[in-house]
């Protein structure tokens, strides 16, 4: 009768063993199930993780400042006055590349910024539009000149007036 004890015993402990194997692979199965629930409930798929992915981290701004202010006088005056501009600027770009070629050029730079603001009307910078069509046309103007010049991808991201004076 002993023997038959000893048998028991160990078909017990078999079974506590199995159990404790069953209850742990039903709360992974449980785990997974849920955090499946979770993923499918907050909408992502796997589009959006790609696009995430996908997007390119930018890079921190490289300032430039150009030292010496642009001062002109404009070739239509207003109402036959006499009238001047004084402009600072600084240029922004996401690659010390780029500044550094707008360094190497930038004789030619200030030559055609010289041009355009010469070119510009009195009147038509009156209003932030117009300051701010002149903005945009400094900075097609230099990334013109950087694509003539250099063969980099990457151009001026903006250009800033940090003193914009007319009298």
Do not use: W
Request: glycine residues 4%; proline residues 2%; contains cysteine.
């Amino acid at each position: 009768m002993a023997e038959k004890q000893d048998d028991i015993e160990v078909a017990e402990e078999k079974n506590s063993k199995t159990t404790k194997i069953l209850v742990i692979i039903i709360a992974v199965l449980l785990l997974a199930v849920i955090g499946l629930g979770v993923f499918m409930l907050t909408g992502n798929d796997g589009e959006e993780i790609a696009e995430q992915q996908s997007e390119p981290v930018k890079q921190a701004p490289v300032y430039y400042t150009i030292e010496e202010p642009f001062i002109v006088n404009f070739s239509e005056q207003s109402n036959g006055q006499v009238r001047y501009m004084q402009v600072k600027m600084k240029v922004m770009a996401r690659s010390q590349a780029v500044i550094d070629a707008v360094k190497t050029h930038l004789p030619a730079i200030q030559h055609e910024l010289l041009m355009l603001l010469y070119s510009q009307n009195y009147d038509g910078l009156l209003t932030s539009e117009g300051t701010q069509a002149l903005q945009q046309a400094c900075l097609e103007t230099i990334n013109r000149i950087l694509q003539s010049e250099t063969s980099l991808e990457n151009e001026l991201e903006a250009v800033y007036f940090t003193s914009f004076l007319m009298q």
